[in-house]
Antibody, heavy 120, light 107 residues
């Protein structure tokens, strides 16, 4: 079964750091594009970052320079290192397989999400 | 950046109704449009990809159409489990964008 399980969320003070993990099963992270998508409380979905199978990375302007996406092939796990956190980064963070085809790209499956709260 | 606008933002309907949700892109995105369903406290679930292709396992009462800038998601006969929030997502540009969501509620 294809599955993603996030961990690492929690309460952090403004300016602090946190690393999220996303463990995959049923497929190989390094052979796929993988993305992080977040959702602030009561709000819509916001794409955050992607890592290509070849290793290239891209970020939303809102997190560029503060967040870093990476993966550990030996652990089949995706990460999101979040530094200089702000109150507006408070959200549920989802990892998702970013399926790429000639017809475009879509997210499937998604993890269950992990809540990050930035507050003093 | 490409902006995605959904309408309506919320919608009340009854079981058995036919429902249509619209998504408009700020520029042409060909057929690079996907639809997701999200229930409270759960992750989004892919329903439709490439504007009109039904994801495996999704009931056939869901359908998508459109190209260019205007797209629709149609539910032919609402079932109780369909009451949720629906999002469109464009993949035309590298910087992916979602619509703001349409909350479908029971009348």
């Amino acid at each position: 079964e294809v599955q993603l399980v996030e961990s690492g969320g929690g309460l952090v003070q403004p300016g602090g750091s946190l690393r999220l993990s996303c463990a995959a099963s049923g497929f190989t992270v390094s052979s796929n594009y993988m993305s992080w998508v977040r959702q602030a409380p009561g709000k819509g979905l916001e794409w955050v970052s992607v890592i290509y199978s070849g290793g290239s990375t891209y970020y939303a302007d809102s997190v560029k320079g503060r967040f870093t996406i990476s993966r550990d092939n030996s652990k089949n796990t995706l990460y999101l290192q979040m530094n200089s956190l702000r109150a507006e980064d408070t959200a549920v963070y989802y990892c998702a397989r970013d399926v790429r085809t000639a017809m475009g790209n879509w997210f499937d499956p998604w993890g269950q999400g992990t809540l990050v709260t930035v507050s003093s | 950046d490409i902006q995605m606008t959904q309408s309506p933002s919320s919608l009340s309907a009854s079981v058995g109704d036919r429902v249509t949700i619209t998504c408009r892109a700020s520029q042409s995105i060909s057929s690079y449009l996907n639809w997701y369903q999200q229930k409270p406290g759960k992750a989004p679930k892919l329903l439709i990809y490439a504007a009109s292709s039904l994801q495996s396992g999704v009931p056939s009462r869901f359908s998508g159409s459109g190209s260019g800038t205007d797209f629709t998601l149609t539910i032919s006969s609402l079932q109780p489990e369909d009451f949720a929030t629906y999002y469109c997502q464009q993949s035309y540009s590298t910087l992916v964008a979602f619509g703001q969501g349409t909350k479908l509620e029971i009348k």
